[in-house]
């Protein structure tokens, strides 16, 4: 079936969800439902034409053929389920959550034959969330990881890859497992510093006065939504705390190289990480 004649719902009209509405829209000639159970968010989604309409998830589920779930993980969770029993075989289904292993074990184990499952991760993203946010060309050129398993079937993969390159995006396939533990590493662990960096001036109005470049580029996404941020810190807590070991481990050794004063060590970190931190385009 061409994507284009395909009627798609997406379930969460945030930053991501309203963002991909207007990309399909915009490039691809596809004019998404919203399901959204935030009214300011449905009201402001479909006064900017993010959506052609406003649905409850039953109705989505019985005229759509494909289904994008862009809400935070425990709530794909829910709706992996919901969706089980009602979504129509011949279906096709995503979700665009911040951690995989959780989320597509349980659409693995539940979903039935006939629904076209595979889970999604667009890497992109804004400080800013919402619909006022959304923008058609978020995804353009971004990274978007596809974790297929053993049940995925050749066609969904066909399909999803149409998606996400009619998006703007490139494609990248690993397993769910695999996600975890790197997007740990370049995005989950951050946030945790990020936070921390903030909420270790939270009580210093002087500090916070000073705060310029270097701490506002280190610090904005600490700007983030609390909601997404703590479902993905408890389905992804193992990989989170090791990648937080690390980085606890090279601070230590940091700590060592200022008590002995030894220079060469000292700039060794910053040459290393500057090295590293320029293959990063």
């Given at each position: 079936m061409g994507m284009e004649r395909i009627k798609t719902g997406v379930v969460g009209l945030g930053l991501i969800g309203s963002s991909i509405c207007l990309a399909l829209r915009e490039r691809m000639g596809i004019f998404p439902v919203g399901v959204e159970c935030d009214q300011d968010t449905a009201d402001k989604a479909l006064k900017l034409g993010i959506v052609s309409d406003i649905v409850s998830l039953n109705e989505a589920a019985e005229n759509c053929r494909f289904i994008i779930l862009a809400v935070p993980v425990g709530k794909i969770l829910e709706l992996i389920e919901e969706l089980s029993s009602v979504m129509c075989p011949g279906s096709y289904l995503t979700d665009v959550g911040s951690t995989k292993a959780q989320i597509v074990g349980k659409a693995d184990l539940i979903l039935p034959e006939g629904i076209n499952y595979l889970g999604g991760h667009p890497m992109a993203g804004s400080?800013?969330?919402?619909?006022?946010?959304?923008?058609?060309?978020?995804?353009?050129?971004?990274?978007?990881?596809?974790?297929?398993?053993?049940?995925?079937?050749?066609?969904?993969?066909?399909?999803?890859?149409?998606?996400?390159?009619?998006?703007?995006?490139?494609?990248?396939?690993?397993?769910?497992?695999?996600?975890?533990?790197?997007?740990?590493?370049?995005?989950?662990?951050?946030?945790?510093?990020?936070?921390?960096?903030?909420?270790?001036?939270?009580?210093?109005?002087?500090?916070?006065?000073?705060?310029?470049?270097?701490?506002?580029?280190?610090?904005?996404?600490a700007m983030s939504n609390p909601i997404i941020w703590k479902d993905i810190c408890i389905s992804n807590k193992d990989n989170i705390k090791k990648g937080l070991n690390n980085i606890k481990a090279l601070i230590e050794k940091f700590e060592k190289s200022l008590d002995e004063g030894d220079e060469k060590k000292i700039m060794d970190f910053f040459e290393r990480a500057s090295q590293t931190r320029g293959k990063i385009i």
């Open positions: 400080e800013k969330s919402g619909p006022d946010g959304a923008r058609s060309d978020l995804f353009e050129k971004a990274p978007y990881v596809l974790t297929p398993t053993k049940k995925t079937n050749k066609k969904t993969i066909e399909f999803m890859k149409r998606f996400v390159k009619g998006i703007g995006a490139e494609p990248f396939y690993m397993s769910p497992e695999e996600h975890d533990e790197y997007i740990a590493l370049i995005s989950h662990v951050p946030h945790v510093i990020a936070g921390a960096l903030v909420n270790s001036v939270h009580n210093n109005p002087k500090a916070l006065e000073l705060a310029a470049g270097g701490f506002k580029d280190m610090t904005r996404i």
